[in-house]
């Protein structure tokens, strides 16, 4: 049978590489305040219930058991939300599924607003707590929309408005519930989201950041399980009993549940949450230490209400009202808003872990000074305002944590877990102070009232969990400052970006940047009509062969060399008084200087930072490995980076690619092709594993009316855009094929006598092969 080979099919991608440089684009001057908003009207739904915690009971006419559902499904759904908005967001547009999440905390809102039953607030407080996923997905569209010198802040202030909403809510929702019907609060809860709605409309643009792959519905499934094995019994353990069975039971599904689904995630190649990249040293600490934050801010929310509110008569108490209570807490919302832009300088000149540790420092210092501070009024006032002070600096240096160590296509999902951790910190502290206040308590005219012993406590409580999360936050990577000399000693470049030097002055060390927020560098000079140096790798050791190229400000070149194998260089500046120094060596960023020119000799080492590195493996669908193998690095600019084959394991690797984001293609005989996006970040090597689809066959018969083979007939196969991918001619036996084939769709067309043609799907649902016969006649 003659046949010629059809052409293979390339399976499109379906968007533009991620993370690639996107074109700038301007957003209006609400940008932030609109999303900062939106995260304030969530958070205030959180807090919307805490007047009417004591109340519950006889407006739903149920028991107090039976009501703390009320709070504890908003928490379960909250939780789940968070991660799985934030992948749905990396996946189909932030912009969209910040709607979703606002358009839950109307309907959510609406539905408590209308009822008294339990069950229906139980599940309008549910779909409430799907909003949750609103504050990472507002951080996830900052980052994509906002220029590096205004991240920072907005950042910042988007974190924080998870304390300050529910600081700022807290008077506002007792006041409202003391004056007029407790169901106000719920149509007040759905206005501040229909605003939300509209101003999102009006002024937030859609990302065009977007990770296109499937969804992990099954990775979903089993993390909302796991969570809500997890958390039913931090918030129920005190009504069920911390050593009973449904307790302990719930405790060993919760963690059988999430090692499974850790191996599955693992094992997927499109995992709802990467938990390798969550296992990065930076993401994971940050994500322990924000336990230990939300812990801490979540305990005073329940401590001081009540302190308040006790009866002087106590000795303890301070006798105020519902709203008063109410308006002495809110200075620590107000103190939050105003500290993120002081967290955010503190983030551009120090590093985020240095603001966390000072915010983590404030907020231990706050709870061992609450221990003899809360015998008046003032006391408590001081000791909200310093605590909202520490929590807008923990809170507002997380994001930038966890968004200067993922690769923008996780940035959604990463930020939702990170807000999960916080979600999970203050679940454990309701549970541990809710225990603590029960047990300690003194009795008051026949009521068992929380006593002091027992506000100390969990003052002392709350001081440890800080003191954990202050060594948790010690341990996190720290900025590696340049190495430190004076001029006209080695400069060393750590990063491209103009550097300038000022003669006979010493020079400080110049702290390395963060990927999320840009730093001013202050003028100054360099002097020397001969520039030599050393160009080093990010570990110190020299570079040879690197390329040194030397232009003037307009962009003439000057001079060129390549280093030698000890990394040394020499180039000669003529004939201009300012010159950019360029350093480029394979697979590592190239760096800059600028420098001022004169007679003196000038001495600047380049630092050359090199990528991550880039490994993975390639198994078949059947789980074999599949050696031989073509894995191949394409840039964003289109250009190959390197291509590799793999060994006997399907395991390939790119020793050193340069940071940036590339098209990983993977393609082996007899199986369809597959093209997808990575990020690489300094220092920081990927892992991708794939399984490829085998490769499709269409072939079949042609015949007669009669029956017998046809032969010389010719066949011809059409893609599903109408273009000819492959021609045969049938042999004695009337055979064709067409083997290797990647799309799905297919046309085939037989013709010798009066045409005849056949559409065809293979692959996907249908046969990785189909037989398709034909019976031609005379027409």
């Not at 009320?70 to 928490?75: E, G, K, N």
């Not at 301070?318 to 002081?342: D, H, I, K, W």
């Not at 399907?650 to 984001?661: I, R, V």
């Not at 046309?747 to 996907?764: D, E, M, N």
Request: hydrophobic share 50%.
């Amino acid at each position: 049978m003659a046949q010629s080979a059809p052409a293979r099919v390339e399976e499109p991608t379906s968007a533009a590489p991620v993370g690639a440089a996107l074109p700038e684009r301007e957003v209006g001057g609400g940008f932030v305040a609109v999303l900062a908003f939106c995260g304030i009207a969530v958070s205030v739904m959180q807090t919307l219930v805490v007047p009417l915690v004591s109340e519950l009971p006889q407006l739903l006419h149920t028991t107090s058991s039976n009501a703390s559902w009320v709070i504890t499904s908003t928490l379960l759904a909250g939780a789940v939300s968070t991660p799985v908005m934030g992948r749905l967001g990396d996946m189909f547009g932030k912009r969209r599924m910040l709607m979703v999440a606002l358009t839950l905390l109307v309907i959510g809102s609406l539905t408590c607003a209308v009822t008294s039953d339990l069950v229906v607030m139980v599940v309008g407080r549910a779909i409430q707590g799907g909003a949750m996923g609103a504050i990472p997905l507002g951080i996830s569209i900052m980052r994509d929309e906002l220029p590096p010198q205004r991240l920072g802040s907005a950042m910042a202030l988007m974190s924080s408005s998870l304390g300050i909403g529910g600081a700022l809510g807290l008077p506002a929702a007792a006041f409202v519930a003391q004056h007029t019907s407790w169901h106000v609060l719920f149509y007040g809860a759905a206005g501040l989201g229909a605003i939300s709605i509209a101003l999102v409309l009006a002024v937030v643009p859609e990302s065009s950041v977007r990770t296109p792959s499937r969804f992990d519905l099954v990775g979903a499934v089993g993390l909302t399980a796991g969570l809500v094995c997890l958390l039913l019994p931090i918030t129920k353990g005190g009504d069920w009993g911390w050593t009973s069975g449904t307790t302990l039971g719930l405790f060993g599904a919760a963690a059988l549940i999430l090692l499974l689904w850790g191996v599955f995630e693992l094992r997927t190649a499109e995992p709802l949450v990467d938990l390798r990249t969550t296992a990065r040293r930076q993401v994971l600490l940050t994500n322990l230490a924000s336990i230990m934050v939300g812990f801490s801010f979540y305990a005073m929310s329940l401590i001081f209400p009540q302190l308040l509110q006790l009866p002087e008569a106590t000795g303890y108490g301070l006798g105020q009202s519902m709203v008063m209570a109410g308006l002495y807490f809110a200075p620590m919302g107000v103190a939050m808003m105003l500290v993120s832009p002081l967290s955010a300088r503190i983030n551009a000149a120090r590093g985020p872990k240095v603001s966390l540790i000072i915010g983590i420092i404030v907020i231990g210092a706050t709870y061992g000074a609450g221990v003899v501070m809360i015998d008046e009024i003032w006391q408590v006032v001081t000791l909200a305002t310093a605590l909202g002070v520490g929590i807008g600096l923990a809170y507002s240096a997380m994001p930038t944590l966890i968004v200067s160590a993922v690769p923008a296509r996780e940035t959604g999902a990463a930020n939702g877990l990170n807000t999960l951790m916080r979600s999970i910190g203050m679940s454990t502290s309701s549970a541990v102070v809710g225990v603590i206040l029960a047990h300690q308590t003194t009795d008051f005219g026949g009521v068992a009232l929380p006593s002091k012993d027992g506000f100390q406590m969990s003052f002392m409580v709350a001081c440890a969990a800080s003191v954990v999360g202050l060594l948790i936050a010690f341990c996190l990577p720290a900025r590696r400052p340049a190495p430190v000399t004076s001029a006209p000693a080695a400069v060393s470049v750590p990063s491209a970006r103009s550097t300038q030097i000022a003669p006979s002055t010493p020079i400080a060390p110049e702290p390395a940047v963060e990927k999320a927020v840009a730093e001013d560098v202050a003028p100054a000079a360099l002097s020397g009509s001969v520039i030599h140096g050393r160009v080093l790798g990010s570990d110190g050791t020299p570079l040879a062969d690197a390329a040194v190229t030397l232009i003037d400000t307009g962009g003439r070149q000057l001079g060129r060399t390549v280093s030698g194998r000890d990394g040394r260089y020499t180039v000669t500046a003529t004939g201009s008084a300012s010159v950019v120094l360029i350093g480029s060596a394979p697979g590592h960023q190239p760096q800059a200087a600028t420098l001022l020119v004169a007679d003196v000799a000038v001495v600047c080492d380049l630092r050359l930072t090199g990528g991550g590195g880039l490994t993975g493996a390639v198994r078949s669908e059947n789980g074999g490995p599949l050696a031989g193998a073509t894995a191949t690095a394409t840039g964003a600019d289109g250009e190959v980076a390197g291509s590799a084959r793999t060994d006997e394991k399907g395991a390939f690797a790119f020793a050193e690619l340069a940071s940036g984001t590339y098209t990983l293609t993977l393609s082996a005989d007899g199986h369809r092709p597959h093209a997808t996006q990575v990020e690489l970040t300094a220092g920081e090597p990927i892992r991708v594993d794939i399984s490829l689809r085998p490769a499709a066959r269409v072939g079949g018969t042609v015949r007669d009316q009669g029956g017998r083979p046809l032969e010389d007939a010719r066949v011809a196969l059409l893609d599903a855009s109408g273009d000819v991918v492959g021609q045969c001619v049938t042999g004695a036996d009337g055979g064709f094929g067409f083997a290797g084939l990647t799309g799905e769709h297919y046309t085939v067309v037989a013709s010798g006598y009066a045409p005849a043609t056949r559409p065809v799907t293979v692959g996907g649902a249908a046969p990785e092969a189909r037989d398709v016969d034909f019976l031609l006649s005379h027409g």
